[in-house]
């Protein structure tokens, strides 16, 4: 596959961009095994630049994402987190959520020091967009001067460059996977999550073990604020608690709601 003239221009910005900033000591890269980490890597190959590639090791990423870095990228550091397995780690800090993400800042977001190279597109998200407002700037969260030399490139433009070079990526993006990411993560959606848990139940079964543990350990205890635990304040059952998790925790009530509504009808019908 061929690129066209306005994806080689592309392509030549984002050499020229990690050209013109590269460090003495070179880059330290951001690399997850997915289509966006193929790029960015790729180009730096191109551009001729010294970087050191890191993979912050998640503990629930695809076994078959693991096994393609360790395959074609046998160069990239494995950064293993100090807390070790993710979901284990959530019986302490409670199960990742929407609103509440600890699992990036210690997992998936790792801080790597010097001047990082990142996979990010604005075109992946609305919120990806506001917060990533240059190619290069300082990463709010990690305070990280960072790079991103596909800020903005489209999906198309990513596929046809990894097509255009042969470069060989996961087989699960022909599965029908947009996302590698975490299995389960709670940022997914629905439909996604209901796909990966096919794909992977053991991991579908360690992430019930977790809220049937967090369940029994939690019931009736109280937070610092003397309320009862999030978990039996809202649901019967550690099963309804991970049902509404799994649904992308909407607004409780109105998910009961529907829930019953559903049942009822069930019953009815």
């Given at each position: 596959m061929k690129l066209n003239d306005a994806q080689k221009a592309l392509v030549q910005r984002s050499i020229d961009l990690l050209q013109w900033?590269?460090?003495?000591?070179?880059?330290?890269?951001?690399?997850?095994?997915?289509?966006?980490?193929?790029?960015?890597?790729e180009l730096a190959r191109l551009a001729e630049v010294p970087v050191e590639w890191h993979y912050h090791v998640t503990t629930i990423d695809p076994p078959e994402v693991v096994k393609f870095i360790r395959r074609y990228h046998p160069d990239v550091i494995f950064d293993r987190p100090k807390h070790g397995y993710m979901l284990k780690r959530a019986l302490k800090k409670g199960v990742p959520s929407?609103?509440?993400?600890?699992?990036?800042?210690?997992?998936?977001?790792?801080?790597?020091?010097?001047?990082?190279?990142l996979g990010v597109r604005i075109a992946e998200s609305k919120n990806r967009e506001k917060r990533w407002t240059k190619c290069v700037m300082t990463n709010l969260?990690?305070?990280?001067?960072?790079?991103?030399?596909?800020?903005?490139?489209?999906?198309?433009?990513?596929?046809?460059?990894?097509?255009?070079?042969?470069?060989?990526?996961?087989?699960?993006?022909?599965?029908?996977?947009?996302?590698?990411?975490?299995?389960?993560?709670?940022?997914?959606?629905?439909?996604?999550?209901?796909?990966?848990?096919?794909?992977?139940?053991?991991?579908?079964?360690?992430w019930r073990r977790t809220f049937e543990r967090l369940w029994s350990v939690k019931k009736g205890t109280t937070d610092r604020n003397g309320n009862e635990w999030f978990g039996s304040r809202n649901f019967d059952s550690w099963q309804e608690w991970f049902e509404w998790w799994d649904d992308g925790q909407p607004n409780i009530t109105q998910w009961k709601r529907e829930r019953a509504c559903d049942k009822a009808q069930g019953v009815l019908f």
């Open positions: 900033h590269c460090p003495p000591e070179g880059y330290k890269g951001a690399f997850s095994g997915g289509k966006d980490s193929i790029c960015i890597k929407r609103n509440g993400r600890w699992c990036c800042d210690e997992y998936k977001e790792g801080k790597t020091d010097g001047f990082v190279i969260a990690t305070k990280q001067n960072c790079i991103l030399p596909t800020r903005l490139w489209s999906d198309l433009d990513v596929w046809s460059f990894i097509r255009s070079q042969n470069l060989p990526y996961p087989a699960l993006y022909d599965e029908g996977f947009s996302r590698l990411g975490c299995v389960g993560c709670p940022l997914a959606g629905p439909k996604n999550r209901k796909r990966e848990w096919k794909r992977w139940p053991k991991i579908y079964q360690a």
